[in-house]
């Protein structure tokens, strides 16, 4: 099992900055590439960007590309997202996940370990 506890999240107003934070406890955080995703009321869940377990590769919605940077810190067994330039529209809540395997996945139903969620919101 892997337990993951998000923070972070908050108001913030519209071109603001947030970081998250998920810390993984429980099995070897190495094992799992780790992803952000984020649902909005009345929304499917929606895929934010993920990270493979050395940090060499990330990947990102077209909606986030360029104005989120997700990283991750495999001593402290820590997911980041810095969200910079937020819009109205990211106002969410923003979930970590983690999957075993090396593939990009982009759709929740591939991950196997969810944290609680941690709510942002963007005001106009």
């Known amino acids: 099992q892997v337990q993951l506890v998000e923070s972070g999240g908050g108001l913030v107003q519209a071109g603001g900055s947030l970081r998250l934070s998920c810390v993984a406890s429980?099995?070897?955080?190495?094992?799992?590439?780790m992803a952000w995703f984020r649902q909005a009321p009345g929304k499917e869940r929606e895929f934010v960007g993920i990270?493979?377990?050395?940090?060499?590769?990330?990947y990102y919605a077209d909606s986030v590309k360029g104005r989120f940077t997700i990283s991750r810190d495999n001593a402290k067994n820590t997911l980041y997202l810095q969200m910079n330039s937020l819009k109205p529209e990211d106002t969410a809540v923003y979930y970590c996940?983690?999957?075993?395997?090396?593939?990009?996945?982009?759709?929740?139903?591939?991950?196997?370990?969810w944290g609680q969620g941690t709510q942002v919101t963007v005001s106009s």
């Open positions: 990270i493979t377990w050395n940090s060499g590769s990330t």
């Open positions: 429980g099995r070897t955080f190495t094992n799992y590439a």
């Open positions: 996940a983690a999957r075993s395997g090396r593939t990009i996945q982009v759709v929740p139903h591939q991950y196997d370990y």
